[in-house]
């Protein structure tokens, strides 16, 4: 059990942890100086939550691994978050919009967590789901103005609904593993986190006049390790130093 | 769009002798001058000057730092660098909040930054080309400005003044943070304390001159001094600084690039303080007026942010105004 459970974890692990990496990119760059502060904010809960996740698997694997190990010192393919994570910025509509779809999924997913069996992923779902409600708050508001907003505005946040929406359908995808923890009452079950998801989305999109495309080719293949030739880029930042500088402690 | 309410608020008093004497006589009570109460127009220009070219290091510092946020070693080192760039940008709006006091709006104070108008810490033009420079500048560069702000914390003005008092106690912790970054590079490999001395001899020299031009250069501070703005002079900082740093450098193995260092006996009425070389002031000008090796990065990045940002801007405030014609309407 506890590989299946291991490699589920790993899952949601990278999928922090990567999101927090592409959020922490526009620190300094942000079109307000209140962004400016929110971005690292919302970068600070993902990592932190990547490093509570990292640490029972570390735990789970029982090799004397650390979080940093498994952040820092695995292959492209060895990754596996969905693809919807490590999508680029690109502008803010796109980083608002990837933002709300994954927190909108994590929030109904930390609230099912609280009444599994697993006791530290119970606990990390207490903390985590406070702070990916506000996620939601935050990015929902602003999915809201720029949909609502100028004409430009609403143009861009369209095409960031068009190029984001194919990799949603990725979050509420089941593979053995994680079968299996659900089968044990370890995991919720994503596929019943949907309606939720939906719900969420479809009254923000109301309000921000925006239409919920119907997902005909959805994008999968990260939680296979099949990522985005964007991500060894990201790679290549993230893992620099450790691998400049094998085996030393910062 | 941010200070509306005050801009163009205050009435500006007869500036004659006995207003002048009356404002001296509550600054020499140590009286706390607050945003309403009469003040010389040259005591407000200079603040909103102060407070803007604080505000704007804070913010133009989140650019050298933030260069490694998605580089950082370990996670615990990138989501303590995170939390400090954040810091910094909390600081920058809270400055920004203290000269809004004072009757300039954020705006203003922005597009003075971007056009060059206004200065900003002549330090965050220089590059952060190693992981070391993250610990070296917390460790010096925050280390100096705590030399400078902890006594801006008595400042005259009283909204500045309490700014810097929770500015000085997050600074205080980025220097504990820098200094034990940089430690531990000394305690690992020999590739690592090379880049923790490298690190130290590019922003040893700059961080000395974050105190400014020598006292007998100093455009602004006699007046400042008398107005209780500032309450000690360039050089008087500097050596408080070098005298508090060269210690802790000597702790860890690091030596100062600096050839000419030595303990002097007789320095500060007899206590002893470091001499120390020559500052290459012209590298100082050089820097200030916009040559130094980022400058016009710096610039470029802030702008690209601000530009490319209009359009949510525009957003948001193109949404404020139809939410309020809808509650009107409703």
Redesign the interface.
Known sequence: MSEHLLNTVLQIADDH?ILG?RV??W???????????SM??M??DL??Q??SL?TYVAQLEGKGRT??DF??LRGDREYRNCLLVERNNE??AHTVLRQLYFAAFMKPFWEAMHTCSDETLVNISHKAVKEIAYHVRHCGEWV???G???A??AE?MHDAVLALHPYTAELFEIDNNRQQCINSGLFPDSQALQPAWTSTINQIFTQAKLAVPRDEYPQTGGRKGLHTEDFGI?LS??Q???RA?PG??? | MYSQGLIGADSQPVEDQAFLDAFQRRIDAEEKIEPNDPMPMAYRNTLVRMIGQHAHSE?VG??PE?NW???????????AL??K??DE??H??YL?SAAETLGVS?EQMTEELLSGEAKYSSIFNYPTPT?ADIGTIGWLVDGAAIMNQVPLCRCSYGPYARAMIRVCKEESFHQRQGYELVK??CE??A??KAMAQDSLNRWWWPSLMMFGPPDTDSQHSDQSMKWKIKRFTNDELRQKFVDATVPQAELIGLSMPDPDLKWNEEKNNGQGGYDFGEIDWDEFWRVVNGHGMMNKDRIA?RK???E?????????K??AA?QKQRTAAA
């Open positions: 942890l990496h922490s990119e620190c300094g760059h942000a079109p307000m100086l209140e962004e400016d502060l690292p904010n970068a600070l990592i932190g990547a490093r990292y979080e940093d952040a820092y502008d803010f809201i103005r720029l609502d907003g100028t430009i505005s861009r990201l930042q993230l620099y130093m450790q500088y030393a402690s910062w | 913010i989140m650019l933030g946020i998605t580089r950082a070693p370990s996670l615990r080192r990138k989501v995170l939390a760039v954040q940008g909390g920058g709006l920004y954020r992981w531990s590079l690992g490999s590739d690592q990045a690209k942010a601000w490319e940002g209009a359009w949510v801007r525009d957003a948001a193109a949404y139809k």
